[in-house]
């Protein structure tokens, strides 16, 4: 018998998947509940435990310097008992989440939440292939990347984490830059630049160690930094940025920001030829990347694009697993506006609630949603983009 969830050997009368830890009464009757989105403790620099065993399909998120995959300090997601030091619940015996399944960061400036950021496994997927890096400089330059792991890679979930590291480490390295927007934007782009080369080096170190698979691990990318009144990003395959102006953003507000990144993606080639993005996003080929990250990239060179802001609102970078579910800037404005509303005081708790909204709509891929507060100088009018 193998679990119906991730097809892993379970045995007559389990009542949870050892390895995934789905609830096997549930799924033979019933659909279980969506489990509660419950945060992660922030690490600004997390790493890999080796690849797991074949009875072990997941790779953990370790504590630095070491420790167990599993935070026992959190409460259960199902039922909020304690969890065990051998990871699972000691009331209802479901599996808790390790690190590598859900993690956020979060970063002050000034004793003001300045960036949020949430990572999750989603409902679907047997493992977390989404990675994320974030920086906060003492200069105040933020700093943000999101990798998406390619689900039929093997090893993805590698190639993305490490990417994902080693990307915001270039960029947090680099010095501030001066002068008029022009200027800063030149001095930016070679950066960033670089950064995706050197996500990109680590994805094919990754198939190196790997032994050079014939499906080598490999993942999409998309960094981004916040200078004060300059927002600069790379990209290269279909993770997204999007700018989101405060404004009126309530619920069927309508369209309010703007999607800086256009996806390398046969969904953009079905757009360019004519069709609806509600008919590109419908197709079951629209997520199909032509650019990405790893030893297979036939074209590795991200795209740029900056925006100049003279108004207070969001960068929000994500995956396709939250962008899935709203794709338009309007429709993320109107779940950040919504999830204020609803208490979220933080970025990392407005994150945490958009990470929860994709759950909720299924959760059929892993979600990444990174969220910096910019609030530059300037007289409210609207952005403009270079």
């Not at 956020?104 to 989404?130: F, L, M, Q, W």
Request: charged content about 20%; aromatic content about 4%; proline content about 7%.
């Amino acid at each position: 018998m193998t679990c119906p969830h991730c097809a892993e050997p379970i045995a007559a009368g389990d009542a949870f998947c050892e390895a995934c830890g789905t609830d096997l009464g549930a799924l033979a009757g019933t659909a279980p509940a969506t489990a509660p989105a419950v945060a992660g403790a922030a690490h600004d620099d997390p790493i890999t435990a080796p690849s797991p065993a074949p009875e072990q399909p997941r790779t953990h998120l370790l504590q630095p310097g070491g420790g167990s995959g599993v935070d026992t300090s959190l409460p259960c997601a199902a039922c909020g008992a304690e969890v065990a030091d051998d990871g699972f619940c000691t009331v209802c015996g479901q599996r808790a989440r390790t690190r590598r399944e859900h993690w956020t960061e979060t970063h002050e400036r000034a004793g003001a939440p300045a960036i949020g950021a949430v990572c999750d496994k989603g409902i679907s997927h047997a493992r977390n292939e989404d990675a994320m890096a974030t920086a906060l400089t003492a200069t105040g330059l933020a700093v943000v990347v999101v990798c998406d792991g390619v689900t039929t890679a093997p090893d993805s979930d590698r190639a993305s984490l490490a990417a994902s590291a080693s990307a915001r480490d270039v960029l947090a390295a680099a010095p501030a830059s001066t002068g008029a927007f022009a200027a800063r934007l030149s001095a930016w782009e070679p950066v960033l630049a670089a950064s995706c080369r050197a996500a990109n080096a680590e994805a094919v170190a990754i198939a190196r160690t790997l032994g050079d698979p014939p499906e080598p691990p490999s993942c999409t990318f998309v960094a981004a930094v916040v200078d004060d009144d300059l927002i600069a990003i790379a990209w290269c395959g279909d993770s997204r940025a999007y700018w989101l102006p405060d404004g009126d953003a309530s619920v069927g507000a309508g369209d309010n920001g703007e999607q800086l990144t256009l996806d390398h993606s046969l969904g953009t080639e079905m757009i360019r030829n004519g069709m609806s993005r509600e008919q590109a996003e419908a197709d079951p080929t629209c997520h199909t990347i032509t650019r990405w990250l790893g030893a297979d990239s036939v074209d590795a060179t991200p795209e740029f694009r900056a925006l100049r802001v003279e108004r207070a609102g969001w960068l929000l970078v994500c995956s396709d697993g939250m962008w899935n579910y709203a794709s338009g800037p309007g429709d993320l404005a109107a779940l950040v506006a919504q999830a204020v509303v609803d208490g979220a005081d933080t970025p990392t708790a407005i994150a945490e609630s958009l990470a929860a909204f994709a759950n909720a709509q299924g959760g059929h891929d892993n979600i990444t949603v990174a969220l910096v507060r910019c609030e530059p100088p300037g007289s409210g009018t609207p952005p403009t983009t270079t």
